[in-house]
């Protein structure tokens, strides 16, 4: 587990030049104690000033090195942004765009090819938790990285959504969270311990100003990716706080 928590805004297709502004703004009175890193549209990352308060990320990337890969985004345009994260195998993407576990270790290659750190989402569905089948699924996620890419494990953050609990107002509670974080920690020790001790593992999942300080007091838990609250500066900047040690 990592001494500095991470909080990740993911702003989904969301947001404009007003509220970089607002965000901007509040998190100027954020104290160093919590590292945060804000996921815009990439049309927005460009407007967002150099900060010490703050990192920038994209939601998504292409596969792809360069080419004819009309609307793609590459690892490189997004680096010259000034971006230097990227969510990975966000579960919409993964959903709604038919992203394969494949096609998520090649993205994770790409970002960490051009230095950018990958924020790797994994999760199960409601109906794979239901048959008790979530860490299956979880192992499966992780291996399909990992297993074959072990190096990437020192570069990574991992985020675990359960996708149940994204945009529902359904939080996982601490101990269930706690107890995947567990899982997740032990399962990518085989793969490399040293990096699996030190990785920021990331709890997604309708998370708000009211239930992250029950989520941040676990072992496992090193920050959040946040949704929803985080298209609101104020509420933002409150679990921001809550991530002080
Ligand atoms: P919510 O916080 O809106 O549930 O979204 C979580 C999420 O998907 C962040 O990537």
Known sequence: MSAKKLIAANWKMN???ALVEAVVQQLTYLS???DVLLCPPATLLPLFPASRHYALGAQNLSEHEQGAYTGELSASLISETGASYVLVGHSER???YGETDQLVCLKMQQAVSSALTPVLCIGETLAERQQENTEQV???QLAAVYASHPELLANSVIAYEPVWAIGTGESATPEQAQATHAFIRKQLAQYDAEAAAKVRILYGGSV???NCNALFAQADIDGALVGGASLKPSEFMQICQSAKD
């Open 208 to 210: 708000n100003a009211a």
């Open 94 to 96: 993964r959903q709604y």
């Open 15 to 17: 947001g404009s030049r």
């Open 32 to 34: 160093p104690d919590v």
């Open 138 to 140: 979880i192992a499966k």
